[in-house]
Protein backbone atom coordinates (compact mmCIF):
# COMPACT_ATOMS: atom_id res chain seq x y z
CA UNK A 1 0.00 0.00 0.00
CA UNK A 2 1.03 3.65 -0.58
CA UNK A 3 2.70 5.56 2.27
CA UNK A 4 1.30 7.89 4.25
CA UNK A 5 2.67 11.18 4.77
CA UNK A 6 0.24 12.53 7.76
CA UNK A 7 2.45 15.15 9.90
CA UNK A 8 4.34 14.18 12.58
CA UNK A 9 4.07 10.36 12.16
CA UNK A 10 6.58 9.37 9.14
CA UNK A 11 5.88 5.85 8.11
CA UNK A 12 9.19 3.68 7.18
CA UNK A 13 10.56 4.79 3.02
CA UNK A 14 9.88 1.54 1.18
CA UNK A 15 12.59 2.47 -1.47
CA UNK A 16 10.78 -0.66 -3.48
CA UNK A 17 7.36 1.83 -3.46
CA UNK A 18 6.73 3.67 -6.02
CA UNK A 19 4.45 6.14 -4.12
CA UNK A 20 6.43 6.31 -0.73
CA UNK A 21 7.00 9.51 0.40
CA UNK A 22 10.93 10.94 0.04
CA UNK A 23 13.27 11.97 3.31
CA UNK A 24 12.71 15.96 2.08
CA UNK A 25 8.95 15.45 2.21
CA UNK A 26 6.07 13.57 0.03
CA UNK A 27 6.72 12.52 -3.33
CA UNK A 28 4.77 13.87 -5.85
CA UNK A 29 2.45 10.97 -7.68
CA UNK A 30 3.28 10.36 -11.47
CA UNK A 31 1.67 8.29 -14.11
CA UNK A 32 4.89 6.75 -14.17
CA UNK A 33 4.44 5.28 -10.53
CA UNK A 34 1.27 3.79 -11.70
CA UNK A 35 3.00 1.88 -14.51
CA UNK A 36 5.49 0.94 -11.86
CA UNK A 37 2.78 0.11 -9.00
CA UNK A 38 1.76 -2.50 -11.77
CA UNK A 39 5.22 -4.20 -12.22
CA UNK A 40 5.33 -4.44 -8.88
CA UNK A 41 1.99 -5.69 -7.84
CA UNK A 42 1.85 -2.56 -5.46
CA UNK A 43 -1.95 -1.63 -5.43
CA UNK A 44 -3.13 1.87 -6.43
CA UNK A 45 -5.74 3.79 -4.34
CA UNK A 46 -8.62 6.62 -5.52
CA UNK A 47 -10.94 8.25 -4.30
CA UNK A 48 -13.60 11.09 -5.52
CA UNK A 49 -12.97 14.81 -4.06
CA UNK A 50 -14.84 17.82 -5.13
CA UNK A 51 -13.29 20.61 -2.48
CA UNK A 52 -10.57 21.26 -1.11
CA UNK A 53 -10.57 19.55 2.65
CA UNK A 54 -11.83 16.49 2.05
CA UNK A 55 -8.80 16.99 -0.79
CA UNK A 56 -6.26 17.68 2.06
CA UNK A 57 -7.51 14.77 4.45
CA UNK A 58 -7.26 12.26 1.45
CA UNK A 59 -3.80 13.44 0.47
CA UNK A 60 -2.63 12.84 3.84
CA UNK A 61 -4.02 9.51 4.34
CA UNK A 62 -1.58 8.65 1.33
CA UNK A 63 -4.60 7.94 -1.24
CA UNK A 64 -2.81 7.98 -5.02
CA UNK A 65 -4.85 9.60 -6.96
CA UNK A 66 -7.93 11.97 -6.28
CA UNK A 67 -10.34 12.31 -9.66
CA UNK A 68 -12.54 15.40 -9.64
CA UNK A 69 -15.43 13.34 -11.01
CA UNK A 70 -18.78 14.54 -12.95
CA UNK A 71 -20.41 12.57 -10.16
CA UNK A 72 -20.43 15.99 -8.96
CA UNK A 73 -24.02 16.18 -10.29
CA UNK A 74 -24.75 14.03 -7.75
CA UNK A 75 -23.07 15.15 -4.89
CA UNK A 76 -22.53 18.77 -5.40
CA UNK A 77 -24.69 20.07 -7.69
CA UNK A 78 -27.97 18.38 -7.46
CA UNK A 79 -28.68 16.67 -10.52
CA UNK A 80 -30.17 13.24 -10.73
CA UNK A 81 -27.41 11.89 -13.29
CA UNK A 82 -23.98 13.17 -14.26
CA UNK A 83 -25.56 14.07 -17.86
CA UNK A 84 -25.91 18.10 -17.21
CA UNK A 85 -22.72 18.90 -15.59
CA UNK A 86 -20.48 21.38 -17.21
CA UNK A 87 -16.86 21.73 -17.97
CA UNK A 88 -17.83 25.43 -16.32
CA UNK A 89 -19.04 23.53 -13.51
CA UNK A 90 -16.10 21.04 -12.89
CA UNK A 91 -13.34 23.35 -13.47
CA UNK A 92 -13.64 25.46 -9.89
CA UNK A 93 -13.90 22.13 -8.22
CA UNK A 94 -10.97 20.36 -10.01
CA UNK A 95 -8.58 23.97 -8.93
CA UNK A 96 -9.63 23.71 -5.28
CA UNK A 97 -8.53 20.25 -5.60
CA UNK A 98 -5.24 20.93 -7.32
CA UNK A 99 -4.31 23.60 -4.59
CA UNK A 100 -4.97 21.58 -1.90
CA UNK A 101 -2.81 18.18 -2.19
CA UNK A 102 0.78 17.80 -2.27
CA UNK A 103 0.88 14.52 -3.45
CA UNK A 104 -1.94 12.95 -4.79
CA UNK A 105 -2.13 12.90 -8.31
CA UNK A 106 -5.12 14.89 -9.64
CA UNK A 107 -7.38 13.50 -12.51
CA UNK A 108 -10.07 15.61 -13.68
CA UNK A 109 -13.08 14.44 -15.42
CA UNK A 110 -14.45 15.53 -18.80
CA UNK A 111 -17.91 15.84 -18.63
CA UNK A 112 -20.88 14.40 -21.28
CA UNK A 113 -20.73 16.71 -24.19
CA UNK A 114 -17.30 18.00 -24.31
CA UNK A 115 -15.33 15.36 -26.50
CA UNK A 116 -18.05 13.47 -28.13
CA UNK A 117 -17.98 15.63 -31.31
CA UNK A 118 -14.20 15.03 -32.08
CA UNK A 119 -10.43 15.47 -31.06
CA UNK A 120 -10.57 18.99 -31.49
CA UNK A 121 -13.22 19.65 -28.85
CA UNK A 122 -11.54 16.34 -26.71
CA UNK A 123 -8.22 18.64 -26.76
CA UNK A 124 -9.58 21.89 -26.29
CA UNK A 125 -11.39 21.01 -23.05
CA UNK A 126 -8.06 18.89 -22.02
CA UNK A 127 -6.30 22.09 -22.15
CA UNK A 128 -8.69 23.47 -20.61
CA UNK A 129 -8.63 21.06 -17.18
CA UNK A 130 -4.88 21.51 -17.26
CA UNK A 131 -4.53 25.41 -17.64
CA UNK A 132 -7.49 26.82 -15.77
CA UNK A 133 -7.93 23.69 -12.91
CA UNK A 134 -4.51 22.91 -12.82
CA UNK A 135 -4.96 19.33 -13.49
CA UNK A 136 -2.54 16.63 -13.71
CA UNK A 137 -4.74 14.51 -15.94
CA UNK A 138 -8.09 13.79 -17.75
CA UNK A 139 -10.56 11.27 -17.77
CA UNK A 140 -12.99 10.51 -20.49
CA UNK A 141 -15.62 7.44 -20.92
CA UNK A 142 -14.98 5.25 -24.10
CA UNK A 143 -12.92 2.68 -25.73
CA UNK A 144 -12.71 2.06 -29.29
CA UNK A 145 -15.61 5.06 -30.05
CA UNK A 146 -13.04 7.64 -27.61
CA UNK A 147 -9.69 6.37 -29.60
CA UNK A 148 -9.07 9.31 -31.50
CA UNK A 149 -9.61 11.83 -29.04
CA UNK A 150 -6.84 10.05 -26.28
CA UNK A 151 -4.72 9.48 -28.89
CA UNK A 152 -5.11 13.70 -29.47
CA UNK A 153 -4.96 14.71 -25.81
CA UNK A 154 -1.55 12.31 -24.88
CA UNK A 155 -0.13 13.45 -28.08
CA UNK A 156 -0.15 17.25 -26.51
CA UNK A 157 1.25 15.86 -23.49
CA UNK A 158 -1.59 15.74 -21.57
CA UNK A 159 -1.87 12.49 -19.27
CA UNK A 160 -5.02 10.58 -19.79
CA UNK A 161 -7.19 7.80 -17.75
CA UNK A 162 -9.64 6.04 -19.97
CA UNK A 163 -12.98 4.77 -18.65
CA UNK A 164 -14.73 1.44 -19.90
CA UNK A 165 -17.33 -0.99 -18.88
CA UNK A 166 -20.45 1.00 -17.45
CA UNK A 167 -20.06 4.48 -18.68
CA UNK A 168 -22.29 6.56 -16.46
CA UNK A 169 -22.36 9.59 -19.23
CA UNK A 170 -24.30 6.59 -21.71
CA UNK A 171 -26.39 5.21 -18.89
CA UNK A 172 -29.55 5.84 -21.05
CA UNK A 173 -27.61 4.27 -24.30
CA UNK A 174 -26.72 1.51 -22.21
CA UNK A 175 -30.25 0.81 -19.99
CA UNK A 176 -29.83 2.02 -17.72
CA UNK A 177 -26.82 0.73 -14.78
CA UNK A 178 -26.44 -2.75 -16.37
CA UNK A 179 -23.25 -4.62 -15.58
CA UNK A 180 -21.16 -4.70 -18.91
CA UNK A 181 -19.23 -7.54 -20.27
CA UNK A 182 -21.07 -10.31 -19.48
CA UNK A 183 -21.35 -13.76 -22.07
CA UNK A 184 -20.55 -12.30 -25.38
CA UNK A 185 -19.90 -8.88 -24.49
CA UNK A 186 -16.51 -9.80 -22.35
CA UNK A 187 -14.93 -9.41 -26.13
CA UNK A 188 -16.00 -5.64 -26.26
CA UNK A 189 -14.89 -4.96 -23.24
CA UNK A 190 -11.66 -6.39 -23.95
CA UNK A 191 -11.39 -4.41 -27.35
CA UNK A 192 -12.34 -1.53 -25.87
CA UNK A 193 -9.21 -2.12 -22.98
CA UNK A 194 -6.91 -3.07 -26.21
CA UNK A 195 -8.10 0.56 -27.59
CA UNK A 196 -7.72 2.41 -24.63
CA UNK A 197 -4.28 1.62 -24.55
CA UNK A 198 -3.43 1.78 -27.80
CA UNK A 199 -4.34 5.27 -27.56
CA UNK A 200 -1.95 6.37 -24.95
CA UNK A 201 -3.63 6.20 -22.06
CA UNK A 202 -1.61 5.79 -18.72
CA UNK A 203 -4.64 3.32 -16.60
CA UNK A 204 -8.31 2.49 -17.46
CA UNK A 205 -11.10 2.19 -14.85
CA UNK A 206 -13.27 -0.74 -15.40
CA UNK A 207 -16.76 -0.19 -14.22
CA UNK A 208 -19.26 -2.49 -12.87
CA UNK A 209 -18.00 -5.71 -15.12
CA UNK A 210 -17.75 -9.66 -13.66
CA UNK A 211 -14.66 -10.19 -11.37
CA UNK A 212 -13.44 -12.65 -13.54
CA UNK A 213 -13.50 -10.20 -17.15
CA UNK A 214 -11.65 -7.84 -15.44
CA UNK A 215 -8.73 -10.11 -13.98
CA UNK A 216 -8.19 -11.42 -17.48
CA UNK A 217 -8.33 -7.52 -19.07
CA UNK A 218 -6.05 -6.44 -16.56
CA UNK A 219 -3.76 -9.72 -17.53
CA UNK A 220 -4.22 -8.75 -21.00
CA UNK A 221 -2.80 -4.81 -20.12
CA UNK A 222 0.18 -3.36 -19.99
CA UNK A 223 -1.67 -0.20 -18.14
CA UNK A 224 -3.27 -0.67 -14.93
CA UNK A 225 -6.50 -1.04 -14.47
CA UNK A 226 -8.29 0.62 -11.80
CA UNK A 227 -11.59 -1.28 -10.46
CA UNK A 228 -15.27 0.58 -9.55
CA UNK A 229 -17.26 -2.76 -9.16
CA UNK A 230 -14.50 -4.96 -11.10
CA UNK A 231 -13.44 -7.49 -8.01
CA UNK A 232 -10.06 -7.94 -6.35
CA UNK A 233 -7.76 -8.55 -10.07
CA UNK A 234 -7.50 -5.46 -10.63
CA UNK A 235 -4.75 -2.69 -9.72
CA UNK A 236 -6.14 -0.46 -7.93
CA UNK A 237 -9.63 0.79 -6.50
CA UNK A 238 -11.75 3.50 -7.36
CA UNK A 239 -14.66 4.71 -4.71
CA UNK A 240 -16.74 7.53 -4.51
CA UNK A 241 -16.14 9.24 -1.44
CA UNK A 242 -19.74 10.16 -0.25
CA UNK A 243 -20.50 6.31 -0.65
CA UNK A 244 -17.11 5.21 1.27
CA UNK A 245 -17.98 7.44 4.16
CA UNK A 246 -21.72 6.76 4.17
CA UNK A 247 -22.98 10.41 3.65
CA UNK A 248 -24.90 9.86 0.92
CA UNK A 249 -28.79 8.63 1.58
CA UNK A 250 -30.77 5.74 0.14
CA UNK A 251 -29.60 2.58 -2.10
CA UNK A 252 -25.53 2.45 -2.47
CA UNK A 253 -24.32 0.00 -5.20
CA UNK A 254 -22.95 -3.46 -4.15
CA UNK A 255 -19.55 -2.99 -4.57
CA UNK A 256 -19.59 0.03 -1.94
CA UNK A 257 -17.75 -0.54 1.31
CA UNK A 258 -18.87 1.99 3.62
CA UNK A 259 -16.58 2.60 6.29
CA UNK A 260 -17.60 5.20 8.32
CA UNK A 261 -21.86 6.39 9.08
CA UNK A 262 -21.14 10.24 8.22
CA UNK A 263 -24.24 10.96 7.37
CA UNK A 264 -25.51 9.72 10.89
CA UNK A 265 -22.11 11.86 12.56
CA UNK A 266 -23.50 15.34 10.95
CA UNK A 267 -27.38 14.49 11.48
CA UNK A 268 -27.00 14.27 15.62
CA UNK A 269 -24.25 17.04 15.41
CA UNK A 270 -26.82 19.14 14.12
CA UNK A 271 -29.43 18.05 16.30
CA UNK A 272 -27.81 18.37 19.47
CA UNK A 273 -26.85 22.33 17.87
CA UNK A 274 -30.52 23.30 17.60
CA UNK A 275 -31.11 22.01 20.79
CA UNK A 276 -28.25 23.94 22.33
CA UNK A 277 -29.32 26.90 20.83
CA UNK A 278 -33.25 26.17 21.49
CA UNK A 279 -32.48 25.76 25.52
CA UNK A 280 -30.39 28.69 25.65
CA UNK A 281 -27.09 26.43 26.53
CA UNK A 282 -25.00 27.35 23.48
CA UNK A 283 -23.71 29.87 23.70
CA UNK A 284 -22.23 29.71 27.03
CA UNK A 285 -19.81 31.89 28.94
CA UNK A 286 -16.73 30.37 27.20
CA UNK A 287 -18.11 31.01 24.09
CA UNK A 288 -18.59 34.94 24.62
CA UNK A 289 -16.22 37.37 24.77
CA UNK A 290 -15.93 40.16 27.67
Request: aromatic share 6%.
Amino acid sequence: MPESTVPDAPRPINEQNPFAPEPAGPKRVRTRHFQTAKQQGIPITGLTSYDMLTAQIFDQAGIDFLLVGDSAGNNVFGYETTLPVTVDELIPLTRAVARAVTRALVVADMPFGSYETGQTEALHTAVRFMKEAQAHAVKLEGGVRSHKQIKRIVASGIPVMGHIGFTPQSEHGLGGHIIQGRGESADQLIEDALAVQDAGAFAVVLEMVPATVAALVTARLDIPTIGVGAGPDVDGQLMVWTDFAGLTDGRVPRFVQQYANLRSVLTDAVHRFKEDVDSGAYPGPEHSYE
